[in-house]
Structures are given as C-alpha cells and as structure tokens.
C-alpha cells in the first residue's frame, strides 16, 4: 500500500495539517535505525506550517556548549571531505535541504529549508519547495539556484574534484531551479524514494551559497569563513585548539538555537586529553572518547554516556596499481591472515569495536554473525586461513613474500596501533615486510587519491546502511573512496542490479553474490567495524545519541539546552 493510502498516514498529516507544534514527523517520514534509511516517505507533503522545536517542554535559552571532538580539519570543504573533523565543526553553520530529526537520534527525515516535496508517481522528479526569507550569513537571500549549484557539484564534481557522497546521486540526470523557491530533482530512472530522500538528507550535503562557489572555482577547500544558512555564526579559529560561534541572531527558525554559542575544543578520538578535558568539566561534552573514561562517567553522579554504531570500516588498502598487488590471489591471502579477534581485543581500552567482512555486521544485509564467524578467515582459530594464505602466495608465484612496502598509515591512535599488529601478521606468516609511515590527515587523504603508497590503514564512512551507498562509493571501479584502484566488472554488473532492484528477497541475493565476489577478490582487507562512546554532564539536554547510526548527521547543536 502506499506511503500517502495508509490510514496512519491519513491521520497523522491530518494532525500536523491541524497544528504542527502537536506533530512529529517520524510518524510519516520514520528512519529505522537498522537500514539507515527514511520509511515511508509520502510522495506529497505539506509541511509549510512545520518548525522544528526542542523535544522539552521546559527547554531554555542562554549559555554557551562546550564540546570536545576530533576537529583537525584537512580543509574546510565539507562536501569534498571524508572526515568527522570537518562535520564537527563546520555543520552548525548550515542547513540542509532536508534533515535527520535531532529529536529521535536522527531517525526521521524532516523538512529543513525545503518545507515541503511532491515526488512524482514514475518516481522519476523530485520537487521541493523552499521556505522564503532565508539569509545567509553575508545577508544574501536563498534560492533555488544555490540549492542547484549545491546539488549539481555533489552528483557531478568538476574536474579535479573528488566527492565521496557523489555515488548517492548517480540516477540523477538534471537539477532544475523551477522558480526562485522551487528546485526539482530528475532521475533518469526511478530508485527507490527512501533511497533518494535519505541520499539528499545527508548530513554532510549542507547548501552553499552558489557565488561563494563561483567566487572560488567551485573548490572550497581553503575558504576557512564560507556563509551558510544555519544557526551559528563563525567567531574565531585557532587551528588544532579551538573553534568559537555564536548564535545566529537572523536565523529563520526564530525559536532557535537555544543556546548562545558553541566552543569546539579539538582533540584526537581515544586520547587522554579529551578524557581529561570531560572529567575535570573544562568541556561539557565529548565525542568519541575511550572506554575507560566511559567507566568512570558511570560512576560519576552527574554524568552520563552512550555508545553506539558507527558508519565507518577500518580497513587496509592494497594498491592495485602496483604489479605485486594486481593479482586477487594477493590480496586474498593478506585478507585471510588478519586475525581480527586480535584487532579488536588489542584496542579494547581504547575504543569499541567489532569484527565483520565487507557489510556492516549489524545491518540486516548483512551475513549473520554466526555463519560469518565458519569462514575462513573469521574463524577464531586462525591456522586454516594461515594455511589457504600461504598456498595462494605460492600459486601467484609470491610464496617469498614481499620487502620494503610503503605502509601509509592514518595519524589516529587506533590506526596505529592496528598497523603495528598489521604489520607483524603479514611480516610473520606472509613473510610481507613493510615500512611505517605515519601521516596526519591532510597527506592520507591526499596520497590515499593518489595512490602515493604501497598498502595503506585507516578509516572511511558512509552516510547509509545501505549497500546501494557504501558498495559503490568503496568498491566500484569509478567509486569516490575505492583507494585500492580496485576494478572487478562483474562486481559493478551486480552493484546496478542491487541499486535498481526493489524486491527484498531478490536484492538481498545480489548483496549476497557481490559479497562472494569480494571474498575472492578483496576490494580492501576489512579489519573491524567502528563503535562510538560519546559522553556528557548531565545538566546538558537535547543532544540523544543513544540511537545513532554514525556521527555524522546530528552536529548543529540546534536544539541543545543547558539546565544551568
């Protein structure tokens, strides 16, 4: 039955048409946290009366959030970036076309400055309706065609420019600006409308004023002071320590923020720095902090944590422009060695983790945990995958192992640690010997594009559970964060079925075959699944992480109040 004949449909718009303060959104536009993906859109809706308000009825105004978050920004483009360290900061300075309800953990889609959408029935345009009146920061008006240069440099990057979410909108074949407050998105073939909907409500897709774009040869990366829409105002940078906004006294949402500005301390995920900055309250809250801090905050009156999963892989990265790494039988056998019970009992004191392959473990396409754990490579006992290693090495005429690899390593507490452990696996039963070398940010990202390395560690995100999302950004031939250069055509042949398929059963099965596919043919070498600790005083309200599905889509602080 569609979304708009569904009787609690019926009755919920009825109820937001009638008074949009009593609505929630969820009810129509619901995200289940185990897809990371918006349920039941409705193909028209109307939410010209919408405005988002704090979930407290007692919620006030004033004081200023300290919050202490990896914030070492490689650049200041958050649409190039694939890092939390510009989200983090950068977010709370713009709006989305759509947005994850902050309310609910980010599991609704709600209007933002589009307040309404009509999707046409072949599922082929998407038409949204944006709200009048919007400023940007230097004071310019919104409009559609910013809206549209936002979107068109997303789908379809300039030369020279590289987007990780650009896969999310490869069915898009134009973006219209209709009118001044009316943008349409047209498909050149129809995909799924959760699909799309959450695509477009990414966090990280934030509109840009389209002259700041022109003004700068649509790149970003060094505009350190860009002018959004959204609810704080830049005030001072100083790099690597701390990032200061104030509220925006022009917002369109007048009832918000609720706070009168926000200090973003910078600190390394894990490290005692941000551990120290919580517990002697120098920050009110913290993101990504360690285990052991997360025990002492349970002990603490006061204080309260959370954890949960996270839209992102640790993996190593062959590069398959190197001849030793071409043939998959390589590749296999480097995947098969790596002992991943090991990985994660090595970081335990550190951060959270999880074992799995190349599908999120705690997603429902995933293979379950169970069956996962017989495969070689996964079982708990490592001899057989040693063993299977070691024959493919021979049989690829490599059985004598490899010297003098660069080893690019992502400049994270974590990441070294695990290349450490990497590095003896492979050195020990490969007889693979490689050279550290340990990079901030700013150079991985920029040698990982390049291929400026032999084998590489670190970290990549998603802003889906979704394998249309994450398969095609990671492993297609042409995908944005594929920094092994890996290429397998039958492999993409199955990715266009998953993405164009609707039926559960049969889709699920191409997710299951381009699984085997990477099996044999490793794409990266996955090491463990990321978990988040996130912690706080509990006088701080409105921020509800407990339910997240990555970090990276509820950082506006908009609806946060302090109860002191």
Same mark, same amino acid.
């Given at each position: ?32 946290? !185990?897809?990371?993906? /918006?349920?039941?859109?409705? =193909?028209?809706? &109307? ?7 704090? %979930? @407290? #009825? ?108 650009? !896969?999310?909108?490869? /069915?898009?074949?134009?973006? =219209?600006?209709? &009118? ?7 498909? %050149? @073939? #129809? ?374």
């Amino acid at each position: 039955m569609p979304a708009e004949q569904d009787p609690k449909w019926l009755v919920a718009r009825r109820n937001f048409l009638a008074s949009s303060a009593a609505f929630s959104v969820a009810a129509a536009c619901g995200l289940a946290p !185990s897809q990371g993906l /918006a349920q039941g859109v409705p =193909r028209q809706f &109307d939410g010209s009366k919408f405005m988002l308000k704090p %979930a @407290e #009825a007692n919620a006030k105004r004033g004081g200023v959030l300290r919050i202490c978050v990896l914030s070492r920004q490689p650049h200041f483009d958050v649409h190039q970036s694939g890092t939390f360290a510009n989200i983090s900061t950068q977010a709370c300075m713009f709006d989305n076309l759509i947005r994850r309800d902050p309310r609910d953990s980010g599991k609704s889609v709600i209007p933002d400055l589009a307040h309404s959408w009509d999707i046409s029935r072949d599922g082929t345009s998407y038409t949204f309706l944006l709200r009048q009146g919007v400023q940007f920061h230097d004071g310019a008006e919104l409009t559609a065609e910013d809206v549209k240069a936002t979107f068109d440099r997303i789908a379809k990057p300039p030369t020279g420019i590289a987007m990780p979410r650009s !896969s999310l909108f490869r /069915a898009v074949e134009e973006i =219209r600006a209709r &009118d001044r407050y009316t943008v349409e998105f047209r498909l %050149a @073939e #129809a995909r799924p409308i959760n699909f799309i909907m959450s695509a477009i409500a990414s966090g990280w897709n934030v509109i840009v004023r389209k002259k700041v774009l022109e003004d700068n040869n649509y790149n970003l990366r060094r505009v350190n002071s860009l002018s959004g829409t959204g609810p704080f105002v830049s005030l001072k940078r100083v790099e690597n320590e701390v990032w200061t906004f104030e509220r925006n006294r022009n917002y369109w949402n007048k009832d918000l923020p609720l706070i009168d500005g926000l200090e973003v301390y910078h600190a390394l995920p894990f490290s005692p720095e941000m551990a120290s900055a919580l517990l002697s309250n120098r920050v009110d809250y913290v993101r990504v902090t360690d285990p052991a801090t997360m025990q002492r905050v349970a002990q603490t009156p006061g204080m309260s944590g959370a954890q949960y999963y996270q839209s992102v892989i640790h993996a190593i990265w062959p590069n398959n422009k190197r001849k030793s790494f071409g043939d998959p039988r390589v590749r296999r056998a480097m995947h098969l060695v790596l002992d991943r019970p090991v990985l994660v009992e090595i970081v335990k004191d550190l951060a959270p983790a999880m074992a799995g392959g190349f599908i999120y473990p705690f997603s429902e396409f995933a293979t379950p945990m169970d069956e996962l754990e017989k495969r070689v490579g996964y079982q708990a006992d490592p001899a057989g995958a040693i063993k299977e290693a070691r024959a493919l090495l021979q049989a690829a005429g490599a059985d004598r192992g490899l010297t003098g690899l660069d080893f690019l390593v992502r400049d994270l507490p974590n990441t070294k640690l695990w290349s450490q452990a990497v590095q003896g696996m492979l050195q020990q039963t490969l007889n693979i010997e490689t050279n550290l070398r340990i990079a901030p940010e700013s150079t991985w990202f920029d040698d990982a594009r390049s291929g400026n390395f032999d084998i590489l560690i670190g970290v990549i995100a998603s802003s889906l559970l979704d394998p249309s999302d994450y398969f095609r950004a990671w492993y297609s031939a042409d995908g944005p964060q594929n920094y092994a250069f890996w290429n397998n055509s039958k492999f993409d042949e199955t990715l266009l079925k998953i993405d164009r398929e609707v039926d559960g059963a049969k889709r699920l099965g191409y997710i299951r075959a381009a699984e085997n596919l990477m099996e044999e043919d490793p794409p990266l070498l996955p090491m463990v699944w990321e978990k988040i600790n996130d912690a706080w005083y509990d006088y701080v309200k409105g921020l509800k992480p407990q339910e997240y599905f990555g970090l990276y889509d509820v950082n506006r602080y908009d609806v946060v109040w302090l109860e002191k």
